[in-house]
């Protein structure tokens, strides 16, 4: 009885892990900010937060050993059979992922001005002629919960004010058979490519020196 109770258990944690929303928040409010959400945690992705200052034991280390790495010999024609391989994958799993996005929030507020009337005039004319086709294109291809935009024409702003908020989100469960399905199929030919574009260990770097040496005979 005792391991039927702890396999309905584990089954129980995976399927409340599967269940877990992935989100990124971007807040348009006098400056950017993009937040990433998992779960109930939520952390800051821009603006970047300050970076910490190194310990100056590590820095003298660093500087004195610093670490000599083969470059990889990365070629065009490797990277088309790459492309070419991953192209069908890459759009199933995109489709894949795309059904599984939700638009949880969009909302916008913008504001057209500009000193020259008519100028005002017609930026307020381009933008409804291009947010609002692609408003719907976005419903067509995801599903957008809540939508709210609005676009106004002031000709005493003096300058175009933009304001808005949009959460997208994606259940992990979505991520992991994409994994599981599409990612198995990259393993192939991504393996191939870095198997390709691997430094020749046998040859060594010529020598400058020679090289000049050569040229001056």
């Not at 004195?64 to 010999?73: D, G, L």
């Not at 469960?173 to 198997?195: E, Q, W």
Request: proline share 6%; glycine share 6%; net charge positive.
């Amino acid at each position: 009885m005792l391991p039927w109770i702890i396999l309905c258990c584990a089954a129980l944690l995976v399927c409340l892990l599967l269940s877990v929303k992935l989100g990124l928040r971007v807040v348009l409010r006098g400056g950017a900010q993009v937040w990433v959400k998992i779960g109930f945690f939520k952390r800051q992705l821009y603006p970047f937060p300050e970076p910490r200052e190194k310990n100056p034991k590590k820095q003298k280390k660093d500087a004195a050993a610093p670490e000599k790495k083969e470059k990889r010999q990365i070629t065009w024609g490797a990277v088309q059979r790459l492309a070419e391989a991953l192209l069908p994958t890459l759009l199933h799993a995109c489709g894949r992922f795309r059904r599984g996005l939700r638009v949880q929030e969009l909302t916008g507020r913008i504001v057209v001005s500009d000193p020259n009337p008519a100028d005002a005039a017609r930026r307020y004319g381009t933008l409804n002629a291009v947010v609002w086709p692609a408003l719907t294109l976005l419903e067509n291809a995801v599903t957008v919960e809540r939508r709210d935009v609005q676009i106004y024409l002031d000709f005493s702003a003096g300058a175009t004010a933009v304001s808005g908020e949009a959460l997208v989100t994606l259940r992990l469960y979505h991520l992991a058979a994409i994994g599981l399905t599409d990612g198995l199929k990259m393993i192939g030919p991504v393996s191939r490519f870095l198997k390709e574009i691997k430094p020749d260990k046998g040859a060594k770097p010529s020598d400058p020196k020679n090289n000049t040496n050569s040229a001056a005979a």
